[in-house]
């Protein structure tokens, strides 16, 4: 077997081979015992640079936006987990880990309600946001349409995209770029009906299969 | 748990309930790692924004993978930044078809703006950073140069060897000896730590 050289294995380390060469050397490492342990011992050194730039505080949005997507998530993930059958109202709601999912639950049945008892087929549900985004959702019997106000500008080919949730899956819908001044409206017809939430992430582009970028918009239906 | 419950947690300890999708959990992780994560991102892109939004793509891609975590990998903290370090480098190719950053001044790359106000749970990882950036300075500029534009600015051996109009086995050669030198360095700094 040969082995990669010292040099291979540091550029391996950095992240400074070419994809070829960092193939071959990271599959020979995973084999071999020794120039997996020489990466170990590299593996300090590789560390200490990602440690030794200057300390730069974050911003607070930082945190909050994060905040805002991890608890989000977290509200959908007790919500999606598989309730025993037939459990009644009542039961779902005296669990704990329920509470914040099922509150907000109720509070989106109680909008929709009372805008029902308008005389409206149609039910107005407010986005929630981060940063100056803001948005409804109006959901009709045939789909559902998304108008978003505040999207911040994006970088070349990135697009916000839109996110049905429903029985604990993400399925991507509509993908959009806002006007100029912030506005856009983007058709949902997969939010018509059982899905539970309704999300919007910024991606680096259209297509992918499931979220990757910061959550931006989030509907509870 | 509880936050005061999960902060008393090692980090090796945390990531499973970050894997069981415990947001306090998340916020503590948040707490202990977001700084350095911000602060590696924003060295690498060079920009507030972007930074933020590398960081948080990377930290939300950790929050949807803890499960991921290997401790027999590495650290948290090393883990972590790696993961930002990837990231930030991928935003950085995508920014741009690969300007070759003619005018590159490792002195830029190696302090790009100074410290703002720092929580006191970071003075002592300043200090570990300060000793580390230390070492790094007081390389051989021909090292220290393509150290960093490879963990820094995510370029190849051979991308380096055309940037810096040198032969490709003297980059690699370069490389190797100035992370032997780091490896070296802080060794003797784990020597001279009292107890």
């Given at each position: 077997?040969?082995?990669?050289?010292?040099?291979?294995?540091?550029?391996?380390?950095?992240?400074?081979?070419d994809p070829s060469e960092e193939r071959r050397v990271a599959k020979h490492s995973k084999r071999c015992k020794s120039c997996a342990?020489?990466?170990?011992r590299l593996a300090p050194a590789v560390s200490a640079l990602g440690e030794s730039v200057e300390q730069v505080e974050p911003p607070e949005s930082l945190r909050e936006s994060l905040m805002a997507t991890v608890h989000a998530e977290a509200a959908e993930d007790q919500v999606a987990r598989p309730a025993p059958r037939r459990r009644g109202l009542r039961d779902f709601l005296l669990r704990p880990a329920a509470v914040v999912g099922a509150t907000a639950l109720l509070a989106a049945g109680a909008v929709g309600y009372a805008l029902r008892d308008d005389g409206e087929s149609a039910r107005t549900i407010a986005a929630t946001g981060t940063g100056a985004a803001d948005g409804t959702l109006v959901v009709e019997s045939e789909g559902a349409t998304l108008k978003a106000e505040g999207m911040g500008d994006l970088a070349e080919g990135a697009v916000y995209q839109v996110w049905v949730a429903e029985d604990g899956e993400v399925t991507p819908s509509a993908a959009f770029v806002p006007h100029a001044d912030g506005t856009a409206t983007a058709a949902v017809p997969e939010a018509a009906d059982g899905a539970s939430q309704v999300l919007v992430t910024r991606e680096p582009r259209p297509g992918l299969q499931s979220p990757t970028g910061p959550t931006v918009l989030q509907v509870r239906l | 748990m509880t936050r005061e419950e999960l902060q008393r947690l090692a980090d090796e300890d945390l990531m499973p309930q970050i894997a069981a999708k415990d947001p306090l959990a998340f916020e503590v992780f948040y707490d202990r790692h977001g700084g350095a994560a911000f602060s590696l991102a924003y060295r690498i892109v060079g920009d507030r924004q972007a930074a933020e939004d590398v960081t948080q793509e990377a930290l939300i891609s950790i929050w949807r993978s803890g499960a991921r975590y290997d401790r027999a990998r590495g650290s948290v903290r090393t883990w972590t930044l790696g993961i930002v370090r990837n990231r930030a480098i991928d935003a950085l190719r995508r920014e741009a078809s690969r300007p070759q950053r003619p005018s590159f001044d490792p002195e830029d790359l190696l302090e790009r703006r100074p410290a703002e106000e720092l929580t006191d749970t970071e003075a002592l990882r300043r200090e570990t950073a300060r000793q580390v950036r230390g070492a790094v300075s007081g390389l051989p500029e021909e090292q220290s140069r393509v150290i960093q534009l490879a963990f820094f600015g995510g370029f190849s051996h051979s991308e380096i060897a055309k940037m810096l109009n040198e032969p490709l086995g003297t980059v690699k050669g370069r490389m190797r000896l100035g992370m032997e030198r780091i490896r070296a360095v802080l060794g003797e700094q784990i020597g001279k730590q009292p107890g």
């Open positions: 077997m040969k082995h990669p050289s010292q040099d291979d294995l540091v550029g391996l380390a950095l992240g400074a081979l342990a020489e990466l170990g | -």
